[in-house]
T-cell receptor
């Protein structure tokens, strides 16, 4: 069975600071993908970043980077230079890659609040 | 804009009724996923279709059903509605990423309120 755990219900940060959102996972699939999505108050789900389990380097997308530690089964999202518009709910998600028909499963999410 | 279109954006109905939620995937995407988001359960996977065929099933109730049509749009049918079915229902379509990863693009959701 697959499981995603996000232990931080809420995080508070000031503008221009960096913030790390935690995510740990559990899976028996040898090959899997890890994702982060952002959900602002408007409700839409916005894809941020993807990390494959066999990728040698940590993924980066602009101000977002994924701190992937395979042995610890963690996939933390790092947002550098926070902006007010980063205030949103953030979801970590995972999908096994070896089986057809496995869906993306999500953690419970972390609410990030960025203040000026 | 993700390119995934969901209608309607809001739906208010009564218990016992039946509703249909519609989703048009991004052009070229063959997979459609349905998710339910509620405060207590979080984001729950309901069902996936790939090119018209059911591919995977999650926590979908028997009162719910879905289908994907030849033009690849999908509909989620919810019947005998209960108060607890009130939630945000997302549709997502997918494209294969590098190394076999699959990036899901989500629609803006349909907010269902059952009164």
């Amino acid at each position: 069975a697959q499981k995603i755990t996000q232990t931080q219900p809420g995080m508070f940060v000031q503008e221009k600071e960096a913030v790390t959102l935690d995510c740990t996972y559990d899976t028996s699939d040898p090959s899997y993908g890890l994702f982060w999505y952002k959900q602002p108050s408007s409700g839409e789900m916005i894809f941020l970043i993807y990390q494959g389990s066999y990728d040698q380097q940590n993924a980066t997308e602009g101000r977002y980077s994924l701190n992937f530690q395979k042995a610890r089964k963690s996939a933390n999202l790092v947002i550098s230079a926070s902006q007010l518009g980063d205030s949103a709910m953030y979801f970590c998600a995972m999908r096994g890659l070896n089986q057809a028909g496995t869906a993306l499963i999500f953690g419970k999410g972390t609410t990030l609040s960025v203040s000026s | 804009d993700s390119g995934v279109t969901q209608t309607p954006k809001h739906l208010i109905t009564a218990t016992g009724q039946r509703v249909t939620l519609r989703c048009s995937p991004r052009s070229g995407d063959l997979s459609v996923y349905w998710y339910q988001q509620s405060l207590d359960q979080g984001l729950q996977f309901l069902i996936q279709y790939y090119n018209g065929e059911e591919r995977a099933k999650g926590n979908i109730l028997e009162r719910f059903s879905a289908q994907q049509f030849p033009d690849l749009h999908s509909e989620l049918n919810l019947s005998s509605l209960e108060l607890g079915d009130s939630a945000l229902y997302f549709c997502a379509s997918s494209v294969m990423n590098r190394a076999g990863g699959e990036k899901l693009f989500f629609g803006s959701g349909t907010q269902l309120s059952v009164l």
